[in-house]
């Protein structure tokens, strides 16, 4: 899942501080209020549209699932009470609980199940995620307009057992039922209003331990117990209020004045002193940060020069062997991040329990030799003749530290000139999405854990592909590991999927995500989940 880093100066905070936290106190008030800092403002927080951590955290603490991840991260009943697998792990039997209810008080049904995961894979939805729901029989066929969406494998035998018919044994989907794309939703608040309902509190109809009940553009979500979630008696706080402070300095600057409880990513400068004091904390965070390369047709049309030469894998590897990672992460983000020398992170077990990632796709502090005579074979020595190239960040200090480096590093030892440009995260998701880029930075939190959440990423036409890359080779074994029962032959199928995404080079990772949070020391109990989420429903202030 997309992952946005944002921050500005303290002089904005203490201009702004009086009237942006008037009335807030010390651990949120009156004992179960918690102030947290979401950061961005979420593009969306429809379940079946989002596909970015801030709106995804909006969602886990809105919405249930079938299952839901406990603090552990693994999957655990919600609005399933039990479910029943056939022996060939084709069929599940979910059995909903009977006292499972929507925030307007009407029973949560199967059907609402198979209205959204119908909605997911519907090519009119447009769902960046409708490839996560292809793992249920025909949803590929579907989202690709070959089959009608009546004709997803899950079906309601009553109002409360839902059945769903997979492609092939995945080891991970009730992992996946947990996930935002799989949350139901109901089909006539939707369909009332399809654009606006997940905007406005009096029609965000939800499910889960939390609801909508205030939104104040590029200020604050605020969220409030739901009463009719099923364990609502130990939901401890009666409100969250989602800060969206933008920069990291100001953020700081309200967690130490106590008008915030909760924050991430301070700003790099002040994680040493932060962690010294202990103040912050390092979370594992299953992800990693990179950067890519548009590989469309549409890059032609931003800069038809610059298209041409990242074009050229060469260059590519090239400026990939540019870079010194290990100078990023000791010297610019200062997170305890580790250096990125693959694309799937460590953390993620092989098929015989020992780490998924086993090799070096090139050395954390690059090869600069090799760079310059890469560069060279490609027609540009010492980066003569190579055009200016814009690399593209979303607004944030810690984005542009790392963008500032890279262009450092690309400019000595290239000779490539490379010019920033930074939008709004809104602005530049679209920017990303719609290919209007050459180079640009992103970020991949793992949605599950298996290598199959970074890989299947990039396979041609992909909901996520925003790269516009395209490998049949590499098309062929992802498909063939969604269909692999044998745990071994599955895990080699994606070792050569990434042997064919690293030679082909169209993204260069930097680093394996960390996560840096300042939690009031007051704040008990709620949980940041490896895979980007924080989940409130069991936290509470100690008094």
């Given at each position: 899942m997309k992952k946005a880093k944002l921050l500005i100066v303290?002089?904005?905070?203490?201009?702004?501080?009086?009237?942006?936290f008037a009335g807030c106190a010390k651990g949120g008030g009156a004992g179960q209020?918690?102030?947290?800092?979401?950061?961005?403002?979420?593009?969306?927080?429809?379940?079946?549209?989002?596909?970015?951590?801030?709106?995804?955290?909006?969602?886990?603490?809105?919405?249930?699932?079938?299952t839901r991840l406990d603090a552990s991260d693994k999957p655990v009943a919600a609005m399933a009470e039990k479910w029943e697998v056939s022996a060939d792990g084709l069929t599940y039997k979910f059995f909903?609980?009977?006292?499972?209810?929507?925030?307007?008080?009407?029973?949560?049904?199967?059907?609402?199940?198979?209205?959204?995961?119908?909605r997911a894979v519907d090519?009119?939805?447009?769902?960046?995620?409708?490839?996560?729901?292809?793992?249920?029989?025909?949803?590929?066929?579907?989202?690709?307009?070959?089959?009608?969406?009546?004709?997803?494998?899950?079906?309601?035998?009553?109002?409360?057992?839902?059945?769903?018919?997979?492609?092939?044994?995945?080891?991970?989907?009730?992992?996946?039922?947990?996930?935002?794309?799989?949350?139901?939703?109901?089909?006539?608040?939707?369909?009332?209003?399809?654009?606006?309902?997940?905007?406005?509190?009096?029609?965000?109809?939800?499910?889960?331990?939390?609801?909508?009940?205030?939104?104040?553009?590029?200020?604050?979500?605020?969220?409030?117990?739901?009463?009719?979630?099923y364990n609502a008696d130990k939901v401890k706080f009666s409100t969250i209020e989602m800060k969206m402070i933008e920069d990291q300095t100001s953020s700081l600057a309200a967690f130490k004045s106590g008008q915030l409880d909760y924050i991430e990513s301070p700003p790099s400068a002040e994680i040493p002193n932060l962690l010294a004091s202990g103040d912050a904390k390092i979370f594992p965070y299953l992800g990693t940060y990179f950067y890519i390369f548009n590989l469309s047709p549409n890059a032609a049309k931003v800069d038809p020069a610059a298209a041409k030469a990242i074009s050229d894998v060469r260059v590519r590897k090239a400026f990939a062997l540019a870079i010194?990672?290990?100078?990023?992460?000791?010297?610019?983000?200062?997170?305890g991040q580790l250096t990125a020398t693959s694309f799937v992170p460590n953390g993620i077990p092989d098929a015989d329990g020992s780490d998924f990632k086993k090799k070096d796709y090139y050395p954390a502090e690059g090869n600069v030799e090799e760079a310059k005579k890469l560069l060279a074979e490609a027609g540009y020595p010492d980066g003569k003749g190579f055009p200016k190239i814009t690399l593209m960040y979303n607004t944030s200090q810690g984005h542009q530290a790392i963008a500032m480096a890279m262009q450092d590093m690309l400019k000595k030892n290239l000779g490539v000139e490379v010019e920033l440009a930074n939008q709004e995260w809104k602005v530049f998701q679209k920017t990303r999405n719609d290919k209007n880029y050459i180079f640009a930075r992103h970020g991949w939190i793992a949605d599950y854990v298996d290598p199959m959440?970074?890989?299947?990423?990039w396979i041609t036409n992909g909901g996520q592909n925003n790269i516009g890359y395209s490998n049949p080779e590499y098309d062929k074994r992802?498909?063939?590991?969604?269909?692999?029962?044998?745990?071994?032959?599955?895990?080699?199928?994606?070792h050569e999927a990434e042997d064919i995404l690293m030679n082909?080079?169209?993204?260069?990772?930097?680093?394996?995500?960390?996560?840096?949070?300042?939690?009031?020391?007051?704040?008990?109990?709620?949980?940041?989940?490896?895979?980007?989420?924080?989940?409130?429903?069991?936290?509470?202030?100690?008094?």
């Open positions: 303290l002089a904005v905070v203490l201009a702004l501080g009086v009237s942006l209020t918690i102030k947290y800092n979401l950061g961005a403002e979420p593009a969306t927080i429809d379940p079946q549209l989002n596909s970015a951590v801030d709106g995804a955290t909006v969602i886990v603490n809105t919405f249930d699932g079938l909903l609980r009977k006292d499972a209810k929507w925030t307007d008080g009407q029973p949560v049904k199967a059907q609402d199940f198979v209205y959204a995961w119908q090519p009119a939805t447009a769902s960046e995620y409708a490839y996560q729901v292809w793992y249920v029989k025909n949803g590929q066929a579907i989202s690709e307009g070959k089959m009608a969406v009546d004709q997803l494998g899950v079906k309601a035998i009553d109002d409360t057992t839902l059945e769903v018919t997979l492609e092939a044994p995945t080891a991970y989907f009730l992992s996946l039922t947990a996930f935002p794309t799989y949350m139901p939703v109901r089909k006539d608040v939707v369909e009332k209003d399809p654009q606006g309902w997940a905007t406005k509190p009096e029609t965000y109809v939800s499910n889960g331990p939390f609801k909508l009940k205030e939104w104040r553009p590029k200020d604050a979500i605020v969220l409030e117990k739901n009463p009719n979630w010194d990672r290990k100078a990023i992460v000791e010297n610019v983000t200062k997170g959440t970074f890989l299947d990423m992802i498909e063939a590991a969604k269909k692999e029962a044998d745990p071994a032959k599955r895990m080699q199928l994606l082909d080079m169209p993204l260069i990772p930097i680093y394996y995500y960390t996560n840096v949070a300042c939690i009031k020391p007051y704040v008990k109990d709620v949980h940041k989940s490896a895979l980007g989420f924080v989940y409130f429903e069991y936290g509470y202030i100690e008094k």
